[in-house]
């Protein structure tokens, strides 16, 4: 059985078919992959190099320990900072003396340029140095950034996460709106902290708030995330297109060059067909094991300070587990290899009635497109964050494994009856 | 022994077969029968393509459907539409029925050899099939039926698109596998069958007409057969059955159920029976 395995395995991959299917990769992921990985990572792109200098320099957890360590590096970077800010010469023209002044400063500014009335502008361009000027070169400072990003860090964590926050977004993935609308603040505070979440969701809530001392940095740079999830669709995307230019011909085949009778007839008889089906099945497999490597390799050293960072934090919410991006994506890679392999598995099936090749693509290729459509905009799109557009609609959380559970159920289904009546079909043509 | 009892089969609501009856034992068995009488259904119900609606197949009293793969395992099969993979070479196809024929890994290569030797193909083991001829790709079709030595050889049209080198060639190979084989052969070609059939099945109205040695079938119309000049008129119960040329000019073989006195003047011989004529006979207009 295992050398029919083998045998059927060749009949797959077919060399042409397999060459060309690298050309198209190469020739199309090859330039995206590039430009995405240099918006990423870009010199001078100040959200990520700073993100990633916390990261590197507290660890990947903002919790007690690290906000604590932060907290006591603030007045010496403050120092810095604010010598910096004195000598500049600029300074001393716009009345500034150290941050906090550099701060109420830019915020008069900025008010004042959102008034109606440009005269409540404090400095007008003088010709030679106007305040845009002077701010983007104390903003542009590395003690600035330095500084900054690590106050506001602490400041975040200290405002803290309130468990009627996380019941609020909770019960808005549930889609748990207040009964009207026009309410104060305080009004639709009190409303969501006597909300009667079900037993699941206040579970969910209590985990979710047992997890606010330990947020991860995705929410301060979300392109990480963001430009990462566009990859494992990409990779997705030809997964699927893989397997099924792979393997679509398999049964149509067998079934045109007349090749059941000799398959039938033989010793091993119509079990011929669950080999294949095997084959088929590991084919898709290796397709996506290929393109996971190929995504580890190639876009993982991208991102790897944000791996081992918890996909947790006031806006990101995981409908399971305390999971870090790196167990994050490895989720999603699972959940898409489950629905890429039993898509192929299904388009197979679809494929055995026909012979014509031809034919059978007319119903592939738009059954294909489809089912690219729902599943990256259903399933893997913020797939397991409350925010998955499947999730919100059903309201049933985490139902993007109920998804992959319904298709290998109906696939399996399909192909059972189906085999179990081959046993005793007639094959009269 | 392989016994088909009593055996009914309908496709798509039309009666195929009605109430079969036939034993293979060693030999060559020929059905000859004109296209749509049966004989590839029959052919496909010993390979279990096909399951009988009435009656039974059975292998040595044990019905073949339930026996499963032990009798699948006795049978090779070369359909009517010999179904390959045309960017598959011999030597890679014979090695994939012999995986599905489940044939040791170590006998594989040396068992392809001998098969493809001994149909003249070894000289084309490694192209492409289909850069191969018609009779080429059907003498692959009998090396796949053989490949991993059979008891029963089915072979649906086997000389279908064979040159006559080639057809006896077949013939030669039929010949030796009868002393230790059951070989049915299903044709409407005559000529397949007339030297190496050991018995004639033929199958009309849904059932066997004829089962009996080519001999027995041909010796019953013994001085009944005439040739006789094209312009003989037919009495009653006299049948044309075909024109030949005779000496430069055109003749008629007829069936006569009485004698007809044989005169060279008015060119009517008696002439030793074939079992074309059977087959003319039993399957006339």
């Known amino acids: ?429 | 022994m392989l016994t088909v009892e009593h055996v009914g089969k309908e496709l798509s609501g039309k009666l195929i077969l009605h109430d079969v009856n036939l034993e293979f034992e060693r030999g060559v068995y020929g059905l000859l029968a004109p296209n749509g009488a049966g004989k590839t259904t029959l052919i496909k119900l010993l390979a279990t393509l096909l399951t009988p609606d009435a009656g039974a197949i059975r292998w040595d009293g044990e019905d073949i459907v339930g026996m499963g793969e032990r009798y699948r395992s006795l049978i090779g099969y070369l359909p009517q539409d010999f179904g390959y993979y045309p960017n598959h070479s011999p030597r890679r196809f014979l090695k994939y029925i012999a995986t599905l024929q489940g044939v040791p890994r170590d006998e594989i290569a040396p068992r392809i050899d001998e098969l493809l030797a001994m149909v003249h193909l070894s000289d084309q083991a490694d192209r492409k099939m289909r850069t191969l001829s018609g009779g080429m790709i059907r003498r692959v079709g009998i090396a796949q039926a053989l490949i991993h030595r059979p008891r029963i050889l089915l072979l649906d049209e086997p000389t279908a698109g064979l040159d006559p080198k080639e057809r006896v060639r077949f013939r030669n190979i039929v010949h030796n596998l009868a002393a230790d084989h059951i070989v049915v052969i299903a044709t409407h070609i005559v000529s397949d069958l007339e030297t190496i059939a050991d018995r004639i099945v033929m199958l009309g109205d849904a059932t066997v007409r004829e089962a009996d040695e080519p001999a027995a079938i041909c010796e019953r119309l013994e001085g009944r057969i005439y040739e006789v000049p094209s312009g003989y008129v037919l009495h009653d119960g006299q049948l044309k059955l075909s024109e030949i040329q005779r000496g430069g000019e055109t003749a008629k073989r007829i069936y006569s159920p009485d004698p007809i006195p044989e005169s060279a003047d008015r060119g009517i011989e008696s002439v030793h029976p074939g079992l074309e004529d059977a087959f003319l006979l039993t399957y006339r207009d």
């Not at chain 1, 500014?109 to 030679?128: H, I, K, P, R, Y």
């Not at chain 1, 012979?355 to 259903?378: E, H, K, N, Q």
Request: one cysteine or more; a neutral charge; glycine letters at 6%.
């Open chain 1, 1 to 429: 059985m295992f050398a029919l395995l083998i045998q059927e395995l060749r009949k797959i991959w077919r060399p042409g078919v397999v060459v060309a299917l690298i050309v198209a990769a190469i020739a199309y992921a090859v330039p995206y992959t590039q430009l995405e990985a240099g918006n990423l990572n870009a010199p001078g792109n100040i959200g990520n190099d700073d993100t990633v200098g916390l990261i590197n320099e507290y660890g990947p957890v903002v919790n007690r320990e690290s906000v604590a360590a932060m907290k006591a590096d603030l007045p010496e970077l403050r120092s810095a900072l604010d010598a910096k800010i004195v000598a500049d010469r600029q300074s001393k023209r716009f009345g500034v003396t150290d941050y906090d002044s550099f701060i109420k400063v830019r915020n008069d500014q900025s008010v004042a340029s959102v008034g109606e009335n440009s005269d409540d502008l404090t400095f007008a361009v003088d010709g030679t140095t106007d305040w845009d000027e002077y701010s983007e070169r104390i903003a542009d400072l590395p003690e600035f950034h330095a500084y900054e990003s690590r106050a506001i860090t602490v400041e975040d964590y200290e405002r803290g996460t309130s468990k009627v926050d996380v019941t609020q977004r909770v019960a808005f993935a549930l889609r748990m709106f207040p009964p009207r609308s026009g309410m104060s603040e305080a009004e639709e505070n009190a409303y969501y902290a006597k909300l009667a979440l079900p037993k699941t969701a206040a579970a969910q809530v209590d985990r979710l708030y047992a997890q606010r001392d330990n947020m991860g940095y995705l929410e301060k740079y979300t392109d990480a995330y963001e430009t990462t999830m566009l990859m494992v669709f990409l990779m997705f995307v030809y997964s699927v297109v893989m397997s099924v230019v792979l393997t679509a011909s398999l049964f149509v085949a067998d079934r045109r060059r007349n090749m059941r009778q000799l398959q039938w007839s033989s010793r091993i008889g119509r079990r011929v067909t669950g080999v294949q089906l095997l084959a088929v099945g590991l084919s898709s497999l290796a397709v996506c094991v290929v393109m996971a490597a190929v995504f580890a390799g190639v876009w993982l050293p991208q991102v790897w300070p944000y791996l081992a960072t918890p996909v947790f934090s006031t806006s990101v919410l995981p409908w399971f587990g305390g999971w870090n991006f790196a167990g994050y994506l490895l989720a999603v890679a699972l959940l898409g290899t489950v629905m890429t392999v039993t898509f192929t598995l299904g388009v197979a099936w679809v494929t055995h009635w026909f012979d014509g090749l031809i034919r059978a693509m007319l119903v592939v290729v738009p059954l294909t497109a489809l089912f690219l459509f729902c599943a990256i905009y259903a399933v893997l799109g913020e797939a397991f964050l409350m925010t998955n557009a499947l999730s919100m609609h059903t309201g049933l959380p985490g139902c993007e494994v109920a998804v992959a559970v319904a298709m290998i159920a109906v696939v399996a289904a399909v192909w059972a009856v189906t085999l179990r009546r081959a046993r005793r079909a007639d094959l009269a043509r």
